[in-house]
């Protein structure tokens, strides 16, 4: 069972930053490759980027060369670093753990088994 809290949402101007965290509780995190996902009102759920054990990595279209993803195994935390964010960024954040152990970074929310609550993020121009 893994245990996830994001935090680090906020208010930003488009051009700015902020830096997402999602801590997890269990004893297998360090193993599970991590995602984070978004939802934007009335739209669907989508694939942000993830990062597995190795630091392999893999980033959505939308969100390459301004996002980046790491994660502390030791501090079983995974960061999400937003630059040159845009009004489209505004959405919920979500972190989630695959189901699977020692995988590769999925872009599918249906690989994922467990989720945090979200974190707002809000754009604005």
């Known amino acids: 069972q893994v245990h996830l809290v994001e935090s680090g949402g906020g208010l930003v101007q488009a051009g700015g930053s902020l830096s997402l965290s999602c801590v997890a509780s269990?004893?297998?995190?360090?193993?599970?490759?991590i995602g984070w996902f978004r939802q934007a009102p009335g739209k669907e759920r989508e694939f942000v980027a993830a990062?597995?054990?190795?630091?392999?990595?893999t980033y959505a279209d939308a969100v390459r060369g301004r996002f980046t993803i790491s994660r502390d195994n030791a501090e079983n935390t995974v960061y999400l670093q937003m630059n040159s964010l845009k009004g489209e960024d505004t959405a919920v954040y979500y972190c989630?753990?695959?189901?699977?152990?020692?995988?590769?970074?999925?872009?599918?929310?249906?690989?994922?088994?467990?989720w945090g609550q979200g974190t707002q993020v809000t754009v604005s121009s």
């Open positions: 990062i597995n054990y190795w630091n392999g990595y």
């Open positions: 269990g004893p297998t995190f360090s193993r599970n490759p």
């Open positions: 989630a753990a695959d189901e699977y152990e020692w995988g590769l970074p999925r872009r599918d929310s249906f690989d994922y088994e467990f």
